[in-house]
C-alpha cells in the first residue's frame, strides 16, 4: 500500500498552494495522518498531523498560523493548504499514515505509510 500525495509547485513569496494525499486500495480514516518535509542533508521535519476524526490537529512552529491540515472521510482523502509560503518552506512534502494511531503523532518513526513527495519549491 502507498500513499499519493501531490499538488507541489513552484511559487512565489505569499503564494498559497493545496496538497492532497489519497490511499488507493485502503482507507486510513480510522488513523492518524500527517504531512512532513525533508531538505537533502537535513532530517524529516515534522509538518502537521489530524487525529482519526479529525477534530485535533497538531503543527510544527515554523508552519503554525499559515498551514491548516483537514481529512475528507468520504474519499478518503488528506489535504493541507499552504498559505503565506516563505523560501524557507521549500522541501518535499510527504503525507504518512499511523495504521495503529489514532491520537496525534509528531515523530516520523510513528508513520509507518508514506507517500512519494510532492517538491514544493518557494522562489521569487
Known amino acids: 500500500v502507498q500513499l499519493v500525495d501531490s499538488g507541489g509547485g513552484l511559487v512565489q513569496p505569499g503564494a498559497s498552494l493545496r496538497l492532497s494525499c489519497v490511499a488507493p486500495?485502503?482507507?486510513?480514516?480510522?488513523?492518524?495522518m500527517g504531512w512532513f518535509r525533508q531538505v537533502v542533508g537535513k532530517e524529516r521535519e515534522f509538518v502537521a498531523a489530524?487525529?482519526?476524526?479529525?477534530?485535533?490537529?497538531s503543527y510544527g512552529d515554523s508552519v503554525k498560523g499559515r498551514f491548516t491540515i483537514s481529512r475528507n472521510k468520504v474519499n478518503n482523502s488528506l489535504h493541507l493548504q499552504m498559505d503565506s509560503l516563505k523560501v524557507e518552506d521549500t522541501a518535499v512534502y510527504y503525507c504518512?499514515?499511523?495504521?495503529?494511531?489514532?491520537?496525534?503523532?509528531?515523530?516520523?518513526?510513528?508513520?509507518?505509510?508514506w507517500g512519494q513527495g510532492t517538491q514544493v519549491t518557494v522562489s521569487a
Open positions: 504518512a499514515a499511523c495504521s495503529i494511531c489514532v491520537s496525534l503523532q509528531r515523530h516520523p518513526a510513528q508513520f509507518d505509510y
Open positions: 489530524i487525529d482519526w476524526l479529525g477534530q485535533s490537529t
Open positions: 486500495g485502503r482507507t486510513f480514516s480510522d488513523n492518524t
